[in-house]
Every structure is written in C-alpha cells, then in structure tokens.
C-alpha cells in the first residue's frame, strides 16, 4: 500500500497559466533556494567530504515528487508508493539503503533525508538532500571495504524511517546511527546541517506561495518542467539517431583480482524518445564495486551530461524523463539483486558518464568528448595518533577532464562540476599528515588537436602509524582518445617507505599499514586527447612546455621539436610532422590504446603486477554462478 499524505486542506489546485516575468522571478527563487541549500549545509557540516568537497545534493521538487530544481531526482515517487505508513506536516524521512529506494542512494555512506513541504495544509512540494558520511560503520574505517561480498559487511543499513515526527526528532533511533559510527561527532553534526537545508527550503517555499500564492506556485512548478522537456525533445532529436549504435568500456578490476569488467549500452531513438539499452552488461561482482543504476539516476546523469554540453542555460529538472527509457539487465553489475555488496561503486559510477559520451558522440563525432570522467579516486587514512585521538580521513581525489571539441580538458578537476577539493592548508590542520607534492602530472593528458587534461600527483607524507584505503580505476585500461587524440595516462599508487623502499599499491585496497614517515604518492589518470595532435598550433604545445603541462619528450607526440631555448624548431617540427603523418595508422574514432591483452602485458611490465584474472560472477544469493569465458 503507497503511503497515506495526511493533509487537512483538501481543497484542489486550481489550473493556471503563470506570466512569463512571474514564471521567471519563481524559477530564479527555486535556484536561489536550492543554492542556499547547500551554503547552509556546507557550512555547517563537520566532515571535510561535505564541508570542504561538496559531496551532497539538494534538490526541490513539486507536490508529487518530480524535481524542479537541484541534482538528484524521481525518487520520491518510489518513496511514496513503497512506504508503508502517514506522511505529515512536520516529517523527515531518513535512509541509506540502496534496495530500499530502488538506487535513489547508491552506497550506505549517503544518508538521504526527504522532507514534504506543507502551506495552509496542503502538500505542495518535497525538500530532500543527502549527503556522504565519512563513517557509516562496517569492516573498515570508511565503511568502503573492497573485499567485501555482501551489503552486510558495508555498515549499518537504515530502511526509509521517519527520523523527524511532527517536528520531533526520534533521539533514540539517532543515538542508534551514531553508536554504529566512528566519527559519531561528524555524523551528528552532518545530520543537523542536511536537516537545517531542509528547514531553509521549507521556508522559502512558504515565502513564495504567501508573495504569488500557492496555485500560481504549483503552475510554476508545472511550467519549469514543460520548459524543460520541449528544451530536451529538441537535443534528443538534434543529437540522437534512430539508427542502433553501440559502445563497451570496462573498469579495470574488483579489488579482489579479477576483471576487467564490461559496460555495454546500445543507444537509438523511437520518435521523441531517446532508448538506452546495457544488455550485454557483464552480471554482478563477488566484490563492492557492483553499482545499482536507478534508472532515473541514469536520466539524471545523461540531462546533466547533454544539457552542459549544449546549454548550461536550461534548467535541469525532472521535466524530460519521460522522453527517455532505459533497459538495465537485473542480476548485472549495474543493477545487482541484494544482498549484494555496493560501497565501491564510484569506479562503475564515473564510468557511466565516459558510456554516455561514447556512445552519444557516433552520431555526431565532431561533438564527441573523449574518455576522462572515469572515476572518482578516494583515499581513506586512520588511526591513533600520539595523543590517543582517533583520526579519520576520507578524500577525494581528480584526474584528467578530456579533451572536448570546444578546447583542452582541464587539469586535475573533478568528476562532478560543483565538488571542489580538500585544500592541502586544511587536510595538514586536521590530520597527521603532510602534502610534499601536490602537482599536474606532465603528459598524462591524451595528446590532440585539444590536449587530455592532466591527472595530479599527490605525495602524502604520513606523520603517525596508521592505515589507508585506496579506491580508484583507469590503472589498466586508458581514458580513450577520440578523433585522432591519443588516449590519457592511466593511474598508478607507489608507497615509499621511510627506509627508502618502494612499492606499487593496488588501484583498490584496504588495510595498508603505514608508519611515521612514509610517503604515498597518488597519482590519478590523465583525460584523453580530441583531435589530431598533429593539428595542434606548434606555438601552444611550446606554452604547454613551458606551463610544465607537457615535458619536451612529450611534445613529440604532436611532432613539435622545442629547442634548448624553450622555442619551437620549425625546419624539425615541419619534418617530424611529415614523418609522423605518413607513418601512422588510418585515424579512427577511438583510440583505446591497445587491446585489454596488450594493456595487460604493458602493465605487468610497468609494475609487476600479475594482471587480473577472468570474472567469477555472483548470483543473487553471493555464491559463485559462472565463470566468463574469455576476458
């Protein structure tokens, strides 16, 4: 049975048709809204994951759920109709747990609050925001355990609760969540700042519906998703053909020695309606990195990804959903049957957006990105320090952004557009630790008409006995280039020792011990390269030398020749240009740097690891099922 709305004020909306200038004031004051949501929650907030890098989404919606404005949305439809019990005025509703909200979150890290918002009695619209938590209890600090095999072994699993009643926060159940932390202090005061957006929502939207009232509110609403669907019908016809194209990518392994992995999705359009379709999509892992894609999380991430590629203007809301539908395989990697285990799923989740530019691009290769949104690199460090105080960091970290048709990618940014970093100055107040390097790392970044942006080199310098976690991807297979770019570096982890010994980390990994002294040097992928390299103004590649964004070997790979003096040798660069030209291959679409089996050997070669071994998958029930027959 859905949910009971118990709500005194009967009475129904009355349609309308809102003016243009009032439509307009309404919109803006819903962005405001949604901006002021995250100031208070950033502010507020303890945990450098989300008062420093940003990691929570506001969002607003309408009456029945659909956002308006924000990041994350079409998940409080499912809430309404999967809870069993009365939503009132005053109610907060709290969960984490992915098989509970059909992948509304996708790890237990994030804590989703929702709040319904009442005006004279009526239900007229939805506050929500969640936010990742540094500890949420499980194996390992982090709640992140590579190695785990069920969503057991993750932390505490928190089912759709009502955690605010009628304005009463349930001090028993909290005191439950924080027992299960390790930074209960952090917890605590996350929650309070994830509630307090929600209040400043609350409050603004009372504010809107007393100055327009609150039936011209509801038909604004209406309008800023209409707006939004015409806007997306145009770029789904502009962008997508209706004949079938394909495109695979893979993360590179589980964690636990097996891999790689396929992502596979099959793209054409019916009419208005865009189709995506990831059969062939290898079945779910033994490990964490499964990802449960919702399906509206899907349209949410292709809206963000298609509406910043051709125009950041349009308000990106829940209004187009219906103009795409996607067909996930259940039992896959991408949609795994519980009790499957999920906390490592950022690796899948970055992967996605490299699919969707993949396979949107076929159709219109001058507007194809190249591969660099691939991951989303964590590090985790914790520990006693020398005053018996725990400590307990959780990081993100960027790579390269790919090389677009419009201009070079950036250097070391982030997968997300409004994550930001850690600032060093902070992490070495707060921690036992030191940033020796913090720098681009020199030709990671794809060679190309448009230069792969570069992957960072972070050297931690560890200042007390401790332990890390390392979760990151792109080691063994490249960020392809497309056009005639060359694919980006791929990531690789070296811990030096304080005696001076050296070893490469795996991409994912738990428990590494460090001591006082030791140094970790994290280095993140580079962004594929658009275009011909040999294309590209001999004067920009002889700035990027300069800038020590390409080394002068590396400018070789765009047939420029620097001299002693930091100049370009027209006579060399001319002649190599020639010889590079009649030399190469035919140019192709993508350039992945290899087959997996030569990437493989290359690898083990660079590092002496043994490369990773064909997938055993998992049925539902976490037991071996099969084993694929060729990698």
């Known amino acids: 049975m859905p949910a009971t709305i118990v709500q005194p004020n009967t009475t129904p909306f009355r349609q309308l048709v809102v003016d243009s200038i009032t439509l307009d004031i309404i919109e803006n004051a819903l962005r405001n809204a949604r901006a002021e949501m995250d100031a208070v929650l950033f502010r507020t907030a303890m945990s450098p994951g989300i008062r420093e890098q940003h990691d929570a989404f506001p969002m607003i919606a309408n009456q029945d759920g659909k956002m308006v404005v924000g990041q994350f949305g079409s998940f409080i439809h499912g809430f309404v109709n999967a809870y069993e019990g009365t939503i009132e005025d005053g109610d907060v509703f709290l969960t984490n747990d992915p098989y509970s909200c059909n992948g509304a979150v996708s790890h237990l890290n994030d804590w989703l609050a929702m709040m319904p918002i009442f005006h004279e009695g009526r239900l007229v619209s939805w506050a929500a925001m969640f936010g990742h938590m540094t500890d949420n209890g499980g194996k390992v600090p982090g709640s992140l355990p590579t190695d785990a095999a069920q969503i057991f072994e993750e932390g505490l699993q928190i089912p759709p609760v009502k955690i605010v009643r009628r304005g009463e926060l349930n001090q028993e159940l909290f005191s439950v969540l924080l027992r299960n932390s390790r930074v209960p202090e952090w917890n605590r005061s996350d929650f309070n700042a994830i509630l307090a957006s929600l209040r400043l929502a609350e409050r603004r939207v009372h504010e809107i519906a007393v100055r327009f009232g609150v039936d011209e509110y509801i038909a604004a609403m209406a309008e800023m998703l209409d707006r939004n669907r015409r806007a997306m019908s145009t770029i789904i016809k502009m962008v997508i053909p209706e004949k079938r194209a394909y495109f695979e990518d893979y993360i590179d392994d589980d964690g636990v020695g097996m891999g790689p992995y396929k992502i596979a999705c099959s793209l054409w359009r019916e009419g208005d309606v865009a189709h995506f379709d990831f059969t062939g999509t290898d079945p779910q892992s033994i490990s964490s990195v499964n990802f449960f894609l919702n399906e509206e999380m899907f349209k949410m991430f292709l809206g963000a990804f298609v509406i910043n590629l051709f125009d950041p203007q349009i308000l990106f809301n829940d209004g187009f959903y219906e103009l795409v539908q ?186 590494i011990k460090v001591a006082a002294g030791d140094v970790l040097n994290f280095n993140t992928w580079g962004g594929g390269g658009w275009g011909d390299p040999l294309k590209r103004p001999a004067e920009r590649v002889a700035t990027d030398v300069a800038r020590g964004l390409v080394s002068v070997s590396g400018a070789r790979a765009y047939g420029v020749v620097i001299t002693a003096g930091g100049g370009v040798d027209e006579a060399a660069t001319a002649a190599l240009r020639a010889e590079m030209a009649a030399t190469r291959p035919p140019i192709e679409l993508f350039n992945r740097g290899g087959t997996i089996e030569e990437l493989k050997a290359r690898c083990k070669a660079e590092t002496s690891f043994e490369p990773p071994r064909t997938p055993v998958f998992a049925n539902w029930m976490g037991r071996n099922s099969r084993v694929r027959e060729s990698a």
């Open 326 to 511: 996607v067909k996930i395989p259940e039992g896959s990697i991408l949609k795994p049957k519980r009790p499957a285990a999920l906390s490592c799923r950022t690796h899948l989740l970055g992967r996605i957006f490299d699919i969707m530019g993949g396979v949107l691009g076929q159709g219109a290769p001058e507007a194809l990105n190249a591969a660099g949104f691939s991951d989303s690199p964590h590090l985790m460090y914790s520990g006693y320090d020398r005053h018996g105080e725990w400590f307990q960091l959780f990081q993100i970290g960027f790579g390269g952004i790919p090389g677009r048709p419009s201009g070079d990618g950036p250097d070391g940014h982030s997968l997300w557009p409004s994550f930001t970093n850690v600032p060093n100055e902070f992490l070495e107040s707060y921690f036992p630790l030191r940033i020796n390097t913090y720098e681009s790392i020199a030709d990671s970044g794809g060679a190309g008409l448009h230069r792969g942006g570069n992957g960072v080199c972070t050297a931690y310098e560890f200042l007390e006995p401790g332990e890390i976690s390392i979760h990151d991807d792109r080691w063994l297979t490249h960020p392809w280039g497309v056009n005639g770019g060359n694919p980006g570096g791929r990531s690789n982890k070296e811990l030096v020792r304080a005696d001076g010994s050296r070893e490469w980390l795996p991409s994912k990994c738990d428990r």
